[in-house]
Every structure is written in structure tokens, then in C-alpha cells.
């Protein structure tokens, strides 16, 4: 059974705080993403790693810095923490492969930013 | 512009009855659509998956089904229970590339 797990379910900080948050999965996927999820916008990709200290841009990727030094590990790193990143991150993890047949969530991280 | 629409939004059902929910994409070239279900304050769980080739996939009181060219799927509820109540999302994804489109999801409600 595949097992994705993030760092904390809930976080709290101030702006312009650094915040990390960590994924790691056991199932030695390849692939590892970072999602945001808000109320009336879904899942919005903000980079995903298809292998160690590889990475790329998602659609929202302003803000944010990620890091891969393990493959069973993928960090989302906010800098400078700012109140439009409150939201709830969700981590995921896939087979290799161009087309993603399956993706494993997490069970996210609700950030609040005051 | 590659999209997934969902529909309803939101829906309230009583414990039960049977409901379906709607996906419209125009994600191209298409590769496979999956069903997840997300609990509050959970990551989501795949439902089902299917590829061009596939029209209906069941998974338990779950079917979904596909039609490739008209690019609609729908997920039908049979006998709702609680437990039902979560947030239903369509995710379509293309032929190459690794990009997955999300659509924004319908929220179920069932009621006793």
C-alpha cells in the first residue's frame, strides 16, 4: 500500500517567516508533486520532481522554491511567507512515466499565514 | 486552453437515493480521467481510472463512466451512505508531457 505523508497537518506562521514542509513517500516513485488547493479554484500545481535534485515549474510556482536530495523526499520551501499563501498543500507521488497513470496523495498540510 | 469542468458544484442528497455527478474536459490529446474522493481536511483518493479505450469502470457503489468523443464522464452514486459525503474531483490527463488538469470539484452532502 502506497503511503504518502507530510510533516504537519496544520501549521501556523508569521509573514515572512521561511516555512518548510516535507513529503516523503515509500514507494519509490519517481515522480513527486506539490499541489495548493483552494476553495473554488482545485488543485493547482506548483512544481513536481521526476527524480532526485530534478525539478520544474508548475502553473504556480511564484513564492515557492522546492528541493529533492532523497528520492523518497520533497520539500516545499515558502521563503517569505505572505497571508495570499494560506491554503492547504497536498504532496503527491507517481510511477515514472511521461503520462501519469496514478497519483498517491497525502493527507495535506493546512498553512495559515498571519 | 486544456479544462475540466465539473458540475454540479455542490449537491444535497438524502441517505439512499442515487446521484451522478458531471465532467466535461477538452484536455487533448487525451490519455486517461480518474474520479478521486476527498474527504474534509484530506488528500484525495483515487476512485477510478479510465483510459480512451474504457466507457464504464465500477468500484463498488462507484461507476464512472467515459465517452471520448463527445470528452464528457460522469461518476453515479448508487445507494448513498453517509460516508458519502466528501468532495468528488475529475482529473484528466494528456497524452504526453505529465500535465494533469484538475477540475474544481463537486461537493455531496447526504443527509439522514
Known amino acids: 500500500d502506497v503511503k504518502v505523508t507530510q510533516s504537519s497537518r496544520y501549521l501556523v506562521k508569521r509573514t515572512g517567516e521561511k516555512v518548510f514542509l516535507e513529503c516523503v513517500q515509500d514507494?519509490?516513485?519517481?515522480?513527486m508533486f506539490w499541489y495548493r488547493q483552494d476553495p473554488g479554484l482545485g488543485l493547482r500545481l506548483i512544481y513536481f520532481?521526476?527524480?532526485?535534485?530534478?525539478?520544474e515549474k508548475g502553473d504556480i510556482p511564484e513564492g515557492y522554491s522546492v528541493s529533492r536530495e532523497k528520492k523518497e523526499r520533497f520539500s516545499l520551501i515558502l521563503e517569505s511567507a505572505s497571508t495570499n499563501q494560506t491554503s492547504m498543500y497536498l504532496c503527491?507521488?507517481?510511477?515514472?512515466?511521461?503520462?501519469?497513470?496514478?497519483?498517491?496523495f497525502g493527507p495535506g498540510t493546512r498553512l495559515t499565514v498571519t | 486552453k486544456n479544462q475540466v469542468e465539473q458540475s454540479p458544484q455542490s449537491l444535497i442528497i438524502l441517505e439512499g437515493k442515487n446521484c451522478t455527478l458531471q465532467?466535461?474536459?477538452?484536455?487533448?490529446?487525451?490519455?486517461?480521467l480518474r474520479w478521486y474522493k476527498q474527504d474534509t481536511g484530506r488528500g484525495p483518493v483515487s476512485l477510478t481510472i479510465?483510459?480512451?479505450?474504457?466507457n464504464t469502470k465500477s468500484n463498488g457503489r462507484y461507476t464512472a463512466t467515459l465517452d471520448a468523443d463527445t470528452k464528457q464522464s460522469s461518476l453515479h452514486i448508487t445507494a448513498s451512505q453517509l460516508s458519502d459525503s466528501a468532495s468528488y474531483i475529475c482529473?484528466?490527463?494528456?497524452?504526453?508531457?505529465?500535465?494533469?488538469?484538475f477540475g474544481g470539484g463537486t461537493r455531496v452532502l447526504v443527509k439522514p
Open positions: 520532481s521526476y527524480d532526485v535534485k530534478m525539478k
Open positions: 465532467c466535461n474536459y477538452t484536455v487533448s490529446p487525451f490519455s486517461n
Open positions: 514507494m519509490d516513485h519517481e515522480n
Open positions: 482529473v484528466v490527463s494528456k497524452a504526453a508531457g505529465n500535465k494533469l488538469t
Open positions: 503527491a507521488s507517481s510511477p515514472p512515466g511521461r503520462v501519469i497513470y496514478e497519483q498517491y
Open positions: 479510465m483510459t480512451f479505450s474504457e
